[in-house]
């Protein structure tokens, strides 16, 4: 009867853990900081969209053209749709001519959910990181590209729905970009204004006074 009980208490208390599954399938790559950061964000998008956020971290070595598509089909018995899936593979090979390495997927449950994001934009997000040439190593190089390459990905869905994340990390490059953009069309404005605008404003009132 003891023992009856003993178990009855260790499934109560492992069954919540079961049903939480967690939204990183596949982790050869992540310090526990970036894990807790990616479960977070995970969380606070599934609960206001509503959509399944996924990591498949690998260090496995995938020859040239690997097909990431098929590959992550051996990961659909723990995802629940609607889902978006980033795929992060440093050891796959991108061409055999230039024996550069290392690839990144994002992967939809339907085109509905890819209509609420920029595919390019999330992958840069991922890359510059690691492609920078600074103090970091390797292995923090990948932590720090994931976590924001998931989080570039997770703001945009949510911006998409306009609803803000409180758990995603700021993007400077995107706030830099923003800048870079408003300076470039007050640019564009003065440049009109001094060579087209204000040359015909000026014709048209020498004209009126004559």
Do not use: C
Request: no cysteine; glycine share 4%.
């Amino acid at each position: 009867m003891f023992k009856v009980q003993v178990r009855f208490a260790l499934l109560a208390l492992l069954l919540p853990l079961l049903l939480n599954a967690t939204h990183i399938l596949k982790d050869d790559i992540l310090n526990p900081e970036a894990s807790k950061l990616i479960e977070e964000m995970a969380d606070e998008l599934l609960q206001k969209t509503g959509i399944n956020g996924y990591v498949v971290a690998t260090n496995e070595h995938f020859p040239e053209r690997f097909n990431l598509v098929a590959y992550s089909k051996k990961y659909e018995a723990n995802i629940s749709k609607p889902y978006v899936m980033l795929i992060f593979a440093p050891n796959a090979l991108i061409t055999e001519k230039s024996k550069q390495m290392g690839r990144v997927a994002i992967l939809p449950s339907s085109q509905e959910i890819a209509a609420l994001y920029d595919k390019g934009d999330v992958m840069d997000a991922t890359i510059d990181v690691i492609a920078a040439k600074d103090k970091n190593t390797k292995e923090d190089k990948y932590n720090i590209g994931v976590v924001q390459g998931f989080s570039e990905l997770a703001d945009q869905i949510a911006q998409s729905k306009n609803i803000e994340l409180t758990k995603t990390l700021p993007n400077e490059t995107r706030t830099i970009i923003g800048v870079l953009q408003v300076i470039v069309i007050i640019g564009a404005i003065l440049v009109f204004w001094m060579f087209i605008f204000r040359p015909i404003f000026m014709r048209i009132k020498h004209g009126k006074r004559e």
